[in-house]
């Protein structure tokens, strides 16, 4: 049984959601982190896997760690393209999680509420016509 005042019919929660974890990162990367390293020894298949997860949104929130983790998930993803092991599999999809790589991923890391943030610091306050009109024909006496 919940305890207190019900909330009101027309209730609105704004509750600021926390996305301190998904600002930019401001210091150096070295750019050779950015690369498949021995890329000619890869497959065509872990190049593009890399190659995608190097170009996506979450990229530009890569720490130097991120990129390392990154290198080490096309070394997992070419051993399950030669294996097919499940439990190579299972590890590739721990660490794609925790780099966002489905929607329920980026739902968890809460990526669109950073997006819609900082739209809505871009936006200019909404200017509401009906009740400028309503106010002047008020005052108009």
């Known amino acids: 049984m919940a305890r207190g005042r019900p909330a009101k019919a027309n ?4 509750n600021l959601v926390d996305t ?3 600002v930019e990162y401001a210091g150096p990367i070295d750019k050779r982190l950015t690369k498949l390293p021995n890329r000619s020894s890869f ?25 390392l983790t990154l290198r080490r998930m096309a070394r997992l ?4 393209i030669k294996t097919g092991s499940h439990f190579v599999a299972a590890e590739l999809r721990q660490c794609e999680s925790l780099l966002g790589a489905t929607i ?10 950073l997006k819609s943030a900082q739209k809505n610091q871009e ?3 909404p200017t509401i016509e009906a009740d ?8 108009d006496d």
């Open 11 to 14: 209730a609105v929660r704004r």
């Open 20 to 22: 301190s974890h998904l």
């Open 43 to 67: 497959s065509a298949e872990t190049q593009l896997y890399f190659d995608v997860w190097a170009d996506s949104e979450q990229a530009q929130w890569f720490m130097p760690t991120d990129w």
């Open 77 to 80: 993803h070419e051993k399950f």
């Open 104 to 113: 329920g991923d980026r739902m968890r890391l809460k990526v669109n509420a």
């Open 123 to 125: 936006d200019e306050p």
């Open 132 to 139: 400028l009109e309503l106010f002047a024909e008020l005052n």
